[in-house]
């Protein structure tokens, strides 16, 4: 069974960058179109981004446009996020699966915290 292991979240002041980071046990997921999920407190878990197999197609949430980026390295079985610009709003536990619905189990999440 493939596992997901998210890595990368910390407690950033408003205007900075993180970088997180999604590694999967299996390299199935190589096949799939990926995304990155968050969970804030008391809301829903929305997808943020996602990517295809090859890396050609790219989606972003409104929310997110233009300051964040999504990537991978089907080499590595991993799947990358790069956040810049990050506000208060962003901050949420943050989720890597296969967008635009999960299907994979989901991991442990990484926690991304935007504050002065």
């Known amino acids: 069974q493939v596992q997901l292991v998210e890595s990368g979240g910390d407690l950033v002041q408003p205007g900075g960058s993180l970088r997180l980071s999604c590694g999967a046990s299996?390299?199935?997921?190589?096949?799939?179109?990926m995304g990155w999920y968050r969970q804030a407190p008391g809301k829903q878990r929305e997808l943020v981004a996602s990517i295809s197999s090859g890396g050609a197609n790219l989606y972003y949430a409104d929310s997110v446009k233009g300051r964040f980026t999504i990537s991978r390295d089907n080499a590595k079985n991993t799947v990358y996020l790069q956040m810049n610009s990050l506000k208060p709003e962003d901050t949420a536990v943050y989720y890597c699966n296969v967008a635009p619905i999960g299907t994979l189990p989901w991991g442990q999440g990484t926690q991304v915290t935007v504050h002065s």
């Open positions: 299996g390299s199935v997921v190589r096949f799939y179109v």
